[in-house]
């Protein structure tokens, strides 16, 4: 069942990526050649957040560890916007069809639309992070019960 359920929640983050990219070329943000590319490149974006995008983040998070200071952590946001660029100007260069007019934009617009639709339905994208948060906290809490002599 949880192969299935997995399976499902991508599909649906496919579909909210689809959607996002059709609102950026709506807006005039982007443009792609026909349906079949925006189906393409809704894919991509999909593989590039799921595979490619932990390690962007997380290389992006400690070279901007200033900036995270000096913001109280609200530079986080800056950093996962110039994260989501990157993936999106990845998948620019990699298909012929899509052209992106305006980064900013296109990247807000494939953003916010895909974190609505998770949102809306449940999808929460941070489990895996609070598994291991909880996993680490028992661990320790395992760890001080223990009596020493």
């Known amino acids: 069942m949880e192969v299935a359920r997995r399976l499902g929640v991508l599909v649906l983050e496919w579909a909210?990526?689809?959607l996002g990219v059709f609102l950026a070329k709506y807006f005039d943000f982007l443009t792609y050649g026909d349906p079949l590319t925006l189906g393409v490149v809704a894919v991509v974006?999909?593989?590039f957040n799921s595979f490619l995008?932990?390690?962007?983040?997380a290389i992006f998070m400690i070279v901007s560890i200033p900036i995270l200071i000096i913001t109280l952590g609200l530079g986080a946001?800056?950093?996962l916007f110039v994260t989501n660029g990157a993936i999106l100007a990845l998948t620019d260069s990699l298909?012929?069809?899509l052209q992106v007019k305006s980064w900013a934009m296109a990247t807000l617009?494939?953003?916010i639309t895909s974190w609505m639709i998770s949102s809306s339905v449940g999808i929460d994208q941070l489990k895996p992070l609070r598994r291991a948060n909880e996993a680490k906290a028992s661990a320790q809490k395992a760890k001080d019960d223990a009596i020493d002599i």
């Open 109 to 111: 617009t494939i953003s």
């Open 95 to 97: 298909i012929r069809d």
């Open 77 to 79: 946001y800056l950093v």
């Open 45 to 47: 974006l999909g593989l």
């Open 16 to 18: 909210s990526l689809a």
């Open 53 to 57: 995008r932990p390690f962007l983040l």
